[in-house]
């Protein structure tokens, strides 16, 4: 009588589709009983099986090595749960026949010893082969349209949580982490250093490392970018995400200068990348396909460079990038707002201001208050010591616990203080990205025109060589231009026809852009 092993093998995703460990050990116990085979031992595996290095595998072959076994035969069902790696798959076969070992599958029998059976095994062991790589295509197809789409896929970064959007689909949202994100970024900006971040948040009783701090502050995802990587002759890009932003581009620009090191120029264009002249890649589409449009420069008899949008999907679209680039620069122009609209602004602010933080203001007077009588009770301790009302022992437990309160009270005013003072400057910051948004476009970066864009024109953004077109726009900024005149044609509610921004585009020979809402 023949001795045996069984081996039967799943992968995580393979249990629901009726390949269960159970199942396939029942049929090989069948089939050796059928057949007067011996069963020495029974091997179960959920693994993979793109590669050998499974840990039962691997026990099994360290036994049959040191012939703690005596086995004629390694048995499985099929070929595919034998392996699914065509190349390892034919130097295992032959390390067990070193051993005398000859490996089978029931239901899928073949005489290797026969030369023109090798062509059938070739056949089998190819199979699973190409369905891996047929999946894994699939997959990273599937992966690089969700990141295109604006969504994360990978495990939630610090401040935000990974759940389902209503089409059951992954989408990252703030957790009670986002808080720490916001102060750090805020915190930096204004001037305080990455250790004196760290310990403030660590005070508050977040444990965020030094590297942790130093990795998150230079991540676009909390500016609500999403990294799509470049991909064969298509370039690598950034696309808004589905997700909320914890901070404004505005300020995680601002932040990456500063750990940088490096100095911001004021008004002055930022010109040091060779992406300046292509500052809508990235958000433009293509008219005709609707994939993203990207850009390069072409080089004239001269050795001059001329810079140009072009779509590498369809190939039916290119335009000279300073056209188009004009053209967004006059639409910006119409979203500035008038002297009346400023003032007017400025009081909604101020108003939403003092509705939202008045908790903060009442927060921040009872922790003034606290603060008094910390340090009343530390003045004292110190003189019931000097009265000898109490011993040296009591009075350092006493005043350990003092300091400590004084210390955690600080930072938690100085919170507020910050909180209170980028509030109010907020405000400020708000109407002026709003009245000078034409020329804080101008002396941006492309990331920071890239945002922008994105912001007045949350959807698909296309020109065609005529028009400028847009499925929607930011609500605010269309409010400003509708009382400034610059889109025609539309009545409050008619959201279903199209808008023509007639005063949008000077005498350039090109279409006034169109937009459907």
Excluded at 3 to 16: C, G, P
């Amino acid at each position: 009588m023949k001795n045996v092993i069984i081996m039967a093998r799943v992968s995580s995703d393979e249990q629901a589709k009726g390949y269960s460990l159970d199942v396939q050990e029942d049929a090989l116990r069948m089939y050796c009983n059928k057949h007067s085979l011996h069963i020495v031992r029974v091997v179960r595996e959920d693994y993979s099986a793109k590669t050998f290095k499974r840990p039962e595998f691997q026990k099994l072959l360290k036994d049959i090595s040191s012939r703690k076994l005596k086995v004629d035969q390694l048995l499985f069902t099929t070929w595919d749960r034998f392996s699914r790696n065509t190349t390892e798959s034919y130097a295992m076969i032959a390390r067990l026949k070193a051993k005398k070992v000859i490996v089978q599958a029931i239901e899928q029998p073949i005489d290797i010893s026969i030369p023109e059976n090798k062509a059938m095994l070739a056949f089998y062991l190819a199979i699973p082969e190409i369905d891996n790589d047929r999946r894994s295509l699939k997959v990273r197809g599937g992966i690089r349209g969700a990141r295109k789409e604006g969504r994360w896929l990978n495990r939630a970064p610090f401040g935000y949580a990974n759940e389902k959007d209503e089409k059951k689909r992954p989408i990252i949202v703030p957790n009670e982490n986002a808080m720490y994100v916001k102060y750090a970024f805020n915190s930096i900006a204004n001037g305080k250093t990455q250790r004196q971040v760290q310990l403030d948040i660590n005070h508050m009783g977040c444990n965020l490392s030094k590297t942790a701090l130093s990795k998150l502050l230079r991540m676009q995802v909390y500016a609500g970018l999403i990294w799509v990587p470049e991909y064969e002759d298509e370039e690598g890009f950034f696309t808004k995400g589905l997700h909320k932003p914890l901070i404004d581009m505005l300020t995680f620009e601002k932040v990456q200068n500063i750990i940088s090191g490096k100095q911001i120029e004021n008004n002055k264009p930022n010109t040091t990348s060779k992406k300046a002249e292509l500052p809508l890649r990235g958000v433009l589409v293509c008219s005709k396909c609707g994939h993203h449009i990207t850009g390069s420069a072409s080089r004239s008899k001269t050795g001059k460079k001329h810079y140009y949008y072009h779509c590498n999907s369809c190939r039916k679209e290119r335009f000279r990038a300073d056209e188009v680039n004009s053209i967004i620069d006059k639409i910006l122009k119409e979203f500035e707002l008038s002297d009346d609209l400023k003032r007017l602004y400025k009081e909604v602010l101020q108003e939403k201001y003092n509705a939202t933080f008045k908790e903060t203001e009442n927060r921040y007077k009872l922790v003034e208050e606290s603060l008094t009588k910390i340090k009343k009770r530390i003045e004292n301790t110190n003189d019931l010591l000097a009265d000898g009302k109490i011993d040296l022992e009591t009075y350092s437990i006493m005043i350990l616990r003092y300091k400590k309160e004084q210390s955690e009270t600080k930072v938690e005013l100085s919170n507020l203080a910050n909180k209170k003072k980028i509030s109010k400057k907020k405000i400020s910051d708000a109407i002026q990205s709003v009245s000078d948004m034409a020329k804080i476009y101008a002396m941006s970066s492309v990331e920071q025109k890239n945002a922008m864009i994105q912001y007045v024109f949350p959807e698909k953004f296309s020109y065609d060589g005529n028009k400028c077109r847009t499925q929607t726009i930011n609500g605010f900024m269309y409010e400003i231009a509708s009382v400034n005149g610059g889109l025609q044609g539309i009545k409050k509610g008619q959201n279903d026809k199209k808008i023509n921004l007639s005063s949008l585009v000077g005498d350039e020979g090109v279409e006034p852009p169109t937009l459907w809402v």
